[in-house]
């Protein structure tokens, strides 16, 4: 009888333990987000209060002085064994800027409810190696990103904002080794929520990591992205070409050493530049980081012109401390940026134009 009792006893506390598993294999909900907001100076004291220049391709986000919302970011995710589902809407003047639906800035002048998603995108894990990915989601060129708690600096660099920043498509990933991954995808465009020529674009990413500590991605766009004449129905000729270099070395445990290189190419016009990211961690709570870029778009391929539509050639510096506060959810980041140009890009208070900007920015960043 005692052995049947305990038989028993066992059966019911092995019940709830398979209940769990099963549930387990049902999926995770996961939900997170972060706000952002910022205090900018700009030392030019400019009339228009704005750091975006005579053509306004200065800045990306970080556009207006004084005190500022940045972005609010909703993430949620759902994830099983073999798939992951992300929906990640965003809202303020970030989102608006971000031009998710392709209504030009700024603050998303004509409105749409596309500008809210950010991403929208599915994963189907067909096996441990290999991932198929489908709708909205994040471009994989650059080193940063647009989500301010996963870069070191508030603002962006001219690499960032003269790249992509979505793309709406589908992509396949290989995982041979946790040191070797190929991807590759069909996408609608660059930044772009719909084909404007029914000419898709193809993207590509190589991973290695040769050491330990030590990744680096070779990333590539190439895709026609003229638009089809109205009348002849006849797309131009003319290729969007971008090669990307991305790469992390962890030197110590304390000091980490980043490089961001790009080459585009259209209409046998290029542009190009290259961004270093030294980062030193003194503690868990306060961290330094650097940022020099050198950029180049004399052609005039991309969007960073003068007042002129001419293009130019852009230094820039950028300091960062960072406070780590509130069990790691708060990010304080002033941060002390100079940009010089090769020719006259801004126009001070006193009215003159002057090839340089300096600005001083405390940035603001919760995250959960």
Known sequence: MK???????????????????????????????????????????????????????????????????????????????????????????????????????????????????????????????????????????????IDAPANYHYSLSNLFNNGPFYHVGVKAAYAFSDKFALMGGIVSGVDQLYSNNNKPGLIAQVFVQPTAGWNV?????????????????????????????????????????????????????????????????????????ARYESFSNKDGVTALIDANGNGVSVNSFTITPTFTVADGHLLLKPEFRVDSYDKNFFVDGDGKDTKSQSTFTWAMIYKF
């Open 217 to 289: 991605y070779v990333n590539g766009i190439t895709i026609n992205r003229n638009s089809k004449d109205p009348v002849t129905g006849v797309t131009p000729t003319g290729t969007y070409n971008l090669l990307d270099l991305t790469t992390t070395y962890q030197v110590t445990d304390k000091f980490l050493f980043g490089l961001n290189a790009a080459t585009g190419e259209q209409g046998g016009k290029t542009w190009g530049g290259i961004a270093l990211y030294p980062k030193y961690d003194f503690s868990s709570t306060f961290s330094l980081g």
């Open 3 to 145: 052995k049947t009792l305990t038989a028993l006893f066992s059966l019911f506390l092995a019940v709830p333990a398979f209940s769990q598993d099963k549930e387990e294999d049902k999926g995770k909900f996961t939900f997170s987000g972060y706000i952002d907001s910022y205090y900018l100076s700009n030392f030019n004291n400019p009339r228009d209060m704005k750091n975006t220049g005579a053509s306004g391709t200065a800045r990306a986000f970080d556009q207006k002085t004084g005190f500022s919302l940045g972005l609010a970011q909703t993430k949620i995710g759902y994830s099983t064994s073999k798939s992951d589902v992300v929906l990640d809407l965003t809202f303020g003047p970030n989102a608006d800027l971000g031009n998710y639906g392709n209504n030009i800035g700024p603050l998303g002048k004509d409105g749409s409810s596309s500008l809210i998603i950010k991403q929208a995108y599915f994963n189907w894990k067909a096996t441990d190696k290999f991932t198929l990915t489908a709708g909205q989601f994040g471009t994989h060129i650059g080193y940063e990103v």
